[in-house]
C-alpha cells in the first residue's frame, strides 16, 4: 500500500511563507512524478505544482513566482515552499503521485494514482 503524508500546513499572515512536506512510500518515490493540488471550500481542486522524476517543475499560474517545488530523493519527500502568501491561497493541500506518465490537468483527480489526506494552509491577519 502506497502512503503519502502531508505535514507544514497553518496559520500564516497575509505575505508570509511556509514549507510542506509530503513523505512517500520508499518504493514508488523515484518512479513517480510528484504533485501538490488544493481545494479551497466551494471550489473545484487545481494543480499547485508538480514535479517529475527527473525535478523538472511545474505550475499553476496563480502560483508561478511565489511558489517552489522540490523533491529529495534521499528522504522520499517533496516539498512545495510557499512565499509571499495570500488569502486566496488558502484551502486544504494534497500530495499527489503520479506513476510512469505526467500529471494529466484535468480535474478532479488529474490522473494520480495516490493522493494523502491534505493539509490545511490558511492565510489571515
Known amino acids: 500500500q502506497v502512503q503519502l503524508v502531508e505535514s507544514g500546513g497553518g496559520l500564516v499572515q497575509p505575505g508570509g511563507s511556509l514549507r510542506l512536506s509530503c513523505a512517500a512510500s520508499g518504493r514508488i518515490f523515484n518512479s513517480y512524478d510528484m504533485g501538490w493540488f488544493r481545494q479551497a471550500p466551494g471550489k473545484q481542486r487545481e494543480l499547485v505544482a508538480t514535479i517529475t522524476t527527473g525535478g523538472m517543475p511545474n505550475f499553476g499560474d496563480s502560483v508561478k513566482g511565489r511558489f517552489t517545488i522540490s523533491r529529495d530523493k534521499a528522504k522520499n519527500t517533496v516539498y512545495l515552499q510557499m512565499n509571499s502568501l495570500k488569502p486566496e491561497d488558502t484551502a486544504t493541500y494534497y500530495c499527489?503521485?503520479?506513476?510512469?506518465?505526467?500529471?494529466?490537468?484535468?480535474?478532479?483527480?488529474?490522473?494520480?494514482?495516490?493522493w494523502g489526506q491534505g493539509t490545511q494552509v490558511t492565510v489571515s491577519s
Open positions: 499527489a503521485a503520479c506513476g510512469f506518465r505526467r500529471f494529466l490537468n484535468v480535474p478532479p483527480n488529474f490522473g494520480a494514482d495516490y
